[in-house]
Structures are given as C-alpha cells and as structure tokens.
C-alpha cells in the first residue's frame, strides 16, 4: 500500500508516501492544528453514537450494521456509518461501492454517498482490496481519529458504527475518542459458541460505563420457502436467553435468509430490495425501540 502524503506532496520520497504511518519531516515543523477541538466540534454535530459490537466473527456484524443504519436512514433520519474493521473492512463491499474515490472538500474528506448514507471505511483507501494492513494498534487508533477529526460527517442524527469483532484495539479507541458513546448494539448467534464469547462484549461495555442499547439474534432458524417449515440451524433462543441474563434488552431475531446472502453479495441492501420480507421487517423492528430509547 502506498500512501500520499498531504502536508509535503512528494509521494516519491517522502517516507509518509512509502511507508504506512510514518511521519512527514513537514508536517513535523508544520504548526500543528488543534485535532482536539477538530474533533469535538465534529462529534458536536452527531446527536447519537452507536456501536455494533460482537465478541465473535462470523455472527454477521457487518451486515446487520449496515442494514441496521439503512433501516435509520429510511426512517427520515440523517444517518452515518463508519466501518472501523481496519483488517478486514466489509461494508464497501456490503454496499456495492468498491473501487470508489474520495473526494476532499473545504471542509475534510467527504463521506462516501449512498442515498442519504454516508458511509466511511478504510476500504475506500485500498489501492487493491486484497493489500493487506499490517498495524499495530497505534497506527489503528491514528487512522480512526482520521476518520472522526477529518471526515466531513456533518449534521447526523445517528453514526452507527460497524466494530471488528472482539473487546481489542478498535472499539477500544473509538469508544474513548467518541467519549459520550449512546450505546451499542451486540450482535450474536444463537449457539452456547457464540454466547459464551459474545457476553465479553456486553462486559466490555459495563467497563467503560457504555449502555448497552440490546442484543440481536442473526442467524436465527430458516423457514424453508417451499414447505413452510422451520430449521433451528444454529438453535434458537439464545440471544435472547443471554439479553434476560445479564439484564439488557432484547432486539429482535433475524431468519437464516437466502436473500440477504444474495444482496450482501451484490451490494444492494437487503431492506430496500426485500422491503416487505420478514427480515427487512426484522431490521426495521430492531430499529424503532432504538429510536425510543434515544
């Protein structure tokens, strides 16, 4: 991966330009800007900040993020989603907007448009979707300071933002420079694999005094569109089960789809194409006890 450099403008030797994270010898002596009052002057323009965390991979993050945001944004709101999953960043291609260039404007980097999404993620600065980003947390913490102090969000109503699986750097370093956080969202599975690992994640949030908003269950049983019958592939119920254990709330189950693997697929959202499913009518249920807590 190739960086540019924006203090110097020499992408040929300037070690910012051939190394990721090095430092610009300009923009050393360069006087440096107050990033703090940036960045609280951004976070003064987003009314909620949610996290969509889960202690496991694999339990459909991502996607629910995605859909959970496009659910907000079709309810009137102005809403933003910043993917933060700096190795493996999905929601470009959950979207469909791989191999899109970001523009700059008076006021920062420009969020990727999608309808009335804005949408950020390091995926849109990837020369090759296959480079590999091999950072340490420093490096993971600057780039999602980046992506709060730089990027022109403007007036939201929601930033939803689509967290790496795990309790590690990334959640982390969004939580303490977003610092009022107004919840999050955790994200599972129904099977004891997925439970037992994806409670870190609600202790997580009881850690850092973030309220937990309240659990969905992804992946929960297929209605077989020929016979009517239901499959508990992965169990049923145990989301729901953990929510009532450790006293938070419960969301809602989102089936095994078929269609929902298609559209992630194809980049087009699952809860405009199969608006009147009952998974898209899933999300919008998650949604609405969202928009009353807050």
């Known amino acids: 991966m190739t960086n540019s450099c924006s203090s110097c403008g020499d992408n040929s030797t300037c070690p910012s330009a051939q190394q990721p994270g ?3 010898p300009s923009a050393q002596q360069a006087p ?3 990033e703090e009052q940036v960045l609280k002057n951004r976070l003064k323009q987003i009314k909620k900040k949610i996290l969509v965390l889960s202690g496991k991979g694999g339990v459909g993050k991502s996607t629910v993020a995605a859909n959970l945001a496009l659910a907000l944004e079709k309810t009137g709101r102005q809403v933003g989603l910043l993917d933060i999953d700096i190795h493996g960043p999905s929601i470009p291609k959950l979207l469909n907007l791989e191999n899109r260039q970001l523009v700059s404007s008076e006021d920062g980097i420009e969020p990727m448009p999608l309808g009335g999404l804005k949408v950020m993620s390091i995926g849109f600065l990837l020369k090759d979707p296959d480079d590999a980003l091999i950072w340490r ?5 600057g780039v999602i300071k980046q992506f709060l102090t730089d990027v022109a969000w403007g007036e939201l109503d929601f930033l939803i933002v689509d967290a790496p699986p795990g309790t590690g750097d990334e959640p982390l370093a ?3 420079l977003l610092g009022d956080v ?4 955790i994200v599972t599975t129904p099977q004891d694999l997925a439970i037992t690992d994806v409670r870190k994640s609600i202790t997580f949030c009881h850690k850092l005094n973030m309220p937990v908003l309240g659990v969905i269950e992804n992946m929960s049983g297929f209605v077989c569109p020929d016979c009517g019958a239901r499959h508990d592939i992965f169990k049923s119920g145990g989301g729901e089960t953990m929510a009532e254990r450790l006293h938070v709330p419960f969301l ?4 095994i789809d ?5 559209s992630s697929d194809s980049g087009v959202p699952h809860v405009h194409t199969h608006a009147e499913g009952a998974s898209a009518q899933a999300f919008m249920q998650a949604v609405r006890p969202i928009i009353e807590m807050l």
């Open 182 to 185: 107004d919840g999050a969202i």
């Open 258 to 262: 078929p269609e929902i693997v298609r």
């Open 32 to 34: 440096a800007r107050d």
């Open 252 to 255: 809602g189950r989102i089936p």
């Open 22 to 24: 090095a430092a610009c």
């Open 137 to 141: 947390g420093p490096m993971k913490h």
């Open 174 to 176: 969004v939580a303490q």
